[in-house]
């Protein structure tokens, strides 16, 4: 994955989705070109009373995985989230370009502008029960709110459904 600067997510809450106790609000994900195999999405989420973020799928990908940034001199490197992420109560993760995301590997497809892929995420609370999220995620070069991008098309594509 090409590592580009920090975008600017805008507090827009254009697609939001209730599973239970977990809100996954503004996801998307980063186009790809032909060829190649992995990408990240991004999104902010809330657990009103905690929970982790222990696993991702979707059918365009061979493999998801929760992924951290982290700068380790000049090189950044990613690694896989062990144990899943931790989603304090009440407080907002944010899944963002240079910090946390769900990477996307062995794509079987090209994602291009303005098409949506499934994402289904699974959460687990606090006693060990495990919830899925199904979100339809928009597929954008950059986040939904950013003003570089704010087209009324982008909004009506953040519509995400629940099972
Ligand atoms: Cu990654």
């Known amino acids: 994955m090409k590592l580009k600067a920090l975008t600017v997510i805008a507090a827009l809450a254009c697609g939001s989705l209730y599973a239970q106790t977990v809100e996954v609000k503004d996801a998307w994900v980063r186009t790809t070109v032909p060829g190649q195999k992995a990408t990240g999405a991004f999104m902010k989420i809330t657990a009103k009373e905690g929970a982790k973020l222990v696993a991702a799928s979707t059918p365009v990908a061979g493999v998801a995985e929760v992924h951290e940034m982290k700068m380790e001199g000049d090189v950044m490197r990613m690694l896989a989230v062990q144990g899943g992420l931790d989603l304090p109560a009440g407080k907002t993760v944010e899944l963002k370009a240079g910090g946390y995301h769900v990477m996307l590997m062995d794509l ?5 502008k303005d098409s949506t892929i499934p994402l289904t995420l699974v959460f687990k609370d606090a006693k060990g029960v495990e919830s899925k999220v199904e ?10 709110g950013a003003k570089a991008d704010a087209k009324p098309e982008d909004k009506a594509a953040m519509e995400a459904h629940k099972r």
């Open 108 to 112: 079987k497809t090209a994602l291009p």
């Open 135 to 144: 979100l339809k995620v928009p597929v954008a070069t950059v986040a939904p």
